[in-house]
């Protein structure tokens, strides 16, 4: 296998609110939900960089697919970075996420290891932590 990721898959609660949150709240790109038609086949992504896709789905959709009985849904079972160029962008996409109704689980602040970064959650629990790295460029 190729370390190569295409799509990132979160399971949501309630499609419709998950695409207010990061088309209209955060305005990533989509063409909003497709699959309606086939039982289990609403979805919806959106382009991030370079290719990639982020993509959410309903929970019970994704139970169905994989047969994977729905679990207890922990949110620090994964995480997702988006790393900026700059400490005023964290607190500008803080800020955005806030206004889209996200919870922000921490405010900007100093990192120890010498970055700046905060964090929230979105709609349905998904952790995202929001970093400078001064020791990393074109994230």
């Given amino acids: 296998m190729k370390p190569h990721v295409s799509v990132i898959t979160l399971g949501v609660e ?3 609110r998950s695409v207010a949150f990061y088309r209209d709240g955060l305005g990533f790109p989509t063409k909003g939900i497709i699959g309606q038609e086939f039982e289990h086949g609403a979805v919806a992504f959106f382009e991030l960089q370079g290719g990639l896709k982020l993509a959410v789905w309903p929970r019970e959709s994704i139970a169905h697919h994989t047969r994977v009985p729905p679990g207890t849904v922990s949110p620090t079972e994964l995480t997702l970075g988006h790393n900026v160029e700059s400490r005023y962008e964290v607190d500008a996409v803080l800020d955005q996420a806030r206004a889209a109704g996200a919870n922000i689980l921490s405010e900007a602040q ?4 010498g970055g700046y970064s905060g964090s929230f959650q979105d709609p349905d629990g998904h952790i995202w932590e929001v970093v400078w ?6 994230l």
Avoid: G
């Avoid at 100093?110 to 290891?113: G, L």
């Avoid at 790295?133 to 074109?138: A, E, G, K, R, T």
């Fill in 14 to 16: 309630d499609l419709d």
């Fill in 133 to 138: 790295n001064p020791n990393l460029q074109n």
């Fill in 110 to 113: 100093e990192a120890f290891w």
